[in-house]
């Protein structure tokens, strides 16, 4: 590369790309001192000097003088002489390194370096736009497929949407507009700078939020998202305001709000549920469509056992165990899904025996026993391992009850 080329090309990435050409002619030296000891194999101590006002290179390498043959990194004094008259045996001399021993290595280092350099500062500027759009929505167009990705034209800069974060209903075509949520941004190697996402849950957290106004304002609010991607979702949601329904915020006029995001996501089902601090209630709600006769929840090994009427035990456990894995999923527990049959069943039995227990054990009243049970505790261990707010929310329990429970549980 000629000097002049050189030049013009430090001045244009100096001055388009915003990159100080101090910066570029280090990083072009230090360069040239690595692909030139590879290829020069005398002397030693390889220096670079390119002149940042002509663009010149001159590159020299020091030798020892020593008296004999002249070999690698020593020179004979006689030949040591003829560039440095003062050079003496046991003494250095530096020697300009020729043209062409150099040119051509310098002409290919300066032209991938300076590449190196635009797509180091490239990253640096995609970081600094993208910086805070990290986690939320951003809508780029699809520029080309490479090996089942996506790869996403956002003017500034390339996105990747991978094969294993795309949702399964997702059918592009070069040229089509794309939303996806920004994970993160690769500013090492090459290749597309963002990484995006149209699976995860935070995808469908997002795409509720730019929907519904109620959400971005905080009035409504999403309690839990549950996500079989491309197939069906469960979003429980909690009004802080009473005057607002958050199922009916959700949903919209003739069911146009929750209609444009299942749209987006490509026909994806998405139950929209109330969430509800009662355990019971929640996992009640959770269950829709189904409507289940009771629920037991075994706290200690994290299980919920949902019993339901024989005619609803499809859709209970939904396609492929889909409704109930969803259920769990929203819940962080495991759901069985237990048959209800209407005569006395072992259930039934379980709850007339824990009833009976609890009675024996406390200074309470059979009714009030029973609405223990009724609200998932089955054992001294569970009402152990309740709050007392949540004794104080059941139905009927004072303040004396509360305290007269907790006493006897101190002597059991």
């Known amino acids: 590369m000629a000097a002049n080329e050189l030049l013009s090309l430090l001045e244009y990435i100096e001055q388009e790309r915003g990159i100080g050409r101090e910066d570029l002619i280090d990083a072009l030296e230090k360069s040239l001192v690595s692909a030139g000891r590879k290829s020069i194999d005398y002397g030693k101590d390889l220096t670079v000097h390119v002149d940042q006002h002509t663009g010149k290179i001159t590159a020299t390498i020091e030798f020892d003088v020593v008296e004999g043959a002249t070999e690698g990194e020593v020179i004979n004094i006689d030949e040591a002489k003829k560039t440095n008259p003062d050079a003496e045996v046991g003494g250095t001399i530096t020697r300009e390194i020729p043209h062409r021993d150099f040119g051509r290595i310098a002409a290919q280092t300066a032209k991938q370096t300076m590449i190196q350099q635009l797509r180091k500062a490239e990253k ?3 970081y600094e736009d993208f910086k805070d759009s990290i986690g939320q929505i951003i809508s780029g167009t699809v520029r080309r497929f490479e090996a089942g990705n996506i790869i996403v034209d956002f003017q500034k800069a390339e996105g990747i949407l991978a094969y294993r974060d795309k949702s399964p209903n997702d059918n592009f075509f070069v040229g089509d507009r794309i939303n996806a949520l920004l994970l993160d941004i690769n500013t090492s190697g090459s290749g597309p700078s963002l990484i995006i996402n149209r699976s995860s849950r935070n995808f469908l957290r997002r795409l509720f939020e730019q929907e519904i106004t109620e959400i971005s304002e905080g009035i409504v609010e999403i309690k839990g998202i549950a996500r079989d991607p491309g197939v069906r979702s469960k979003v429980a ?3 802080n305001e009473t005057r607002v329904d958050p199922i009916g915020a959700c949903i919209g006029l003739r069911g146009s709000r929750v209609k444009s995001i299942t749209t987006e996501l490509g026909g994806e089902r998405i139950d929209i549920i109330r969430y509800d601090e009662n355990r019971r209630n929640y996992i009640l709600n959770a269950m829709q469509p189904a409507t289940p006769k009771s629920v037991e929840v075994d706290e200690k090994n994290n299980v919920v056992n949902v019993y339901v009427d ?3 035990i499809r859709l209970a456990i939904g396609k492929n165990w889909q409704n109930a894995k969803l259920c769990g999923q929203l819940l962080g527990m495991k759901i069985n899904v237990v048959p209800f049959d209407n005569e006395e069943s072992v259930f039934e039995k379980k709850l007339k025996e824990a009833v009976k227990v609890l009675a024996e054990s406390l200074t309470i009243s059979e ?8 609200n998932g505790i089955l054992s001294i261990d569970g009402l152990k391992a309740a709050e007392k707010k949540d004794l104080l929310a059941i139905e009927g329990f004072t303040e004396d009850i509360v305290n007269n429970i907790l006493e006897s549980l ?3």
């Open 237 to 239: 949601v909690i009004s």
């Open 310 to 312: 024989k005619t609803q």
């Open 124 to 126: 640096a500027r995609v």
């Open 410 to 412: 101190e002597n059991l």
């Open 367 to 374: 009714d009030l026993t029973k609405k223990l049970v009724d």
